[in-house]
């Protein structure tokens, strides 16, 4: 509290001190209109090159220099927000990291989850795509994930994770590309492969797009950037402030569950507690159709924040 206690008594002075100075009868200086904070905003340094899925990428021309100053100005001063990202991905990223290795897919499309979704399950878009990842209900199915009335997948972390990196594989084979492959999560490959031929250019960074799908990349850039020094944007974090992982038991069932908040009790655990763990399970009861699906069951003495169980996932997230 000292370091900040002086420099606020000595400003606090200072406004005083103006005040009767500019106030004054006796004086004869006209003074200019004072501000009406006395807080002050920075503009980000926005680098001129971003690595990008092991690519460096020149970011000087203008429109690219603007795009990432807008994404990045925005996401330093939407403080809430940025701060619950930093917090969210501290139990979401160890999840998402492991499938993205698995299946050959680059690190750096954990921040395309980012900003699908601000890594809440549970999202939902207007347009009704849900989940971590925001499928629409035909895309999800279409790469494997079961929709249906008393499950929809595309909220299960893990099984998302997997259709998503079927897609992106998908995206890579036809376009050789990742930052192309990015804007295609956006766009659709249709009208990525589209407006790649209509306007005959190579660099997906200069295709005249809608500006939804414009702003994605420098958003992923953004986000990728804060992400790696949060320190430097302003965003202080200590390691009890993030989100952390809490343990489960998989308990596997193949059978119809009538009573889903049932279920939770017998195991020792609230029926809130169940669709947390578990945002894929839509109503009070599951119907499996005959297959099977692994429910998670939270460690009870995880539940309660305390010095033992602060895990850090990214040492750059949290300060000493």
Not at 170 to 176: D, H, K, Q, T
Not at 281 to 287: E, F, G, I, S
Request: charged share 25%; glycine share 4%.
């Amino acid at each position: 509290m000292k370091k900040f206690y002086y420099p606020f008594s000595i400003i606090c002075l200072l406004c005083v001190a103006v005040y009767f100075f500019t106030n004054s009868r006796d004086t004869v200086v006209v003074q200019e209109e004072a501000p009406v904070v006395f807080s002050f905003a920075a503009s980000p340094e926005t680098p001129s090159s971003i690595r990008f899925c092991g690519k460096d990428i020149d970011l000087t021309r203008y429109q690219m220099r603007e795009g990432l100053d807008r994404e990045l100005t925005s996401f330093t001063y939407l403080h809430s927000t940025t701060l619950l990202l930093i917090k969210r991905a501290n139990r979401i990223f160890p999840v998402i990291e492991p499938i993205l290795r698995a299946n050959g897919i680059p690190d750096d499309f954990k921040y395309l989850a980012v900003i699908e979704s601000n890594l809440d399950p549970k999202a939902t878009s207007s347009a009704r795509a849900a989940g971590v990842w925001q499928f629409l209900e035909a895309t999800g199915k279409n790469y494997g994930l079961r929709v249906t009335a008393t499950v929809d997948e595309r909220r299960h972390i893990a099984k998302s994770t997997e259709a998503a990196c079927k897609y992106l594989r998908e995206a890579y084979n036809r376009y050789g590309d990742w930052v192309t492959v990015a804007l295609s999560f956006n766009a659709g490959m249709g009208r990525m492969t589209e407006q790649i031929a209509l306007q005959k250019e190579t660099n997906a960074l200069n295709l005249y797009l809608v500006d939804e799908t414009t702003r994605y990349p420098y958003r992923i850039f953004a986000a990728k950037l804060i992400f790696e020094n949060p320190y430097k944007y302003g965003f202080v974090l200590r390691a009890e402030n993030l989100y952390s992982p809490i343990d489960c038991v998989e308990v596997e069932v193949d059978r119809d569950i009538a009573d889903l908040a049932a279920f939770a009790r017998d195991r020792g655990i609230t029926y809130n507690d169940l669709k947390i763990f578990n945002p894929w399970l839509k109503d009070t009861k599951l119907q499996t159709g005959g297959a099977k699906f692994k429910i998670l069951i939270p460690n009870k003495n995880q539940m309660y924040y305390s010095s033992a169980n602060s895990y850090v996932h990214d040492k750059r997230w949290v300060v000493p």
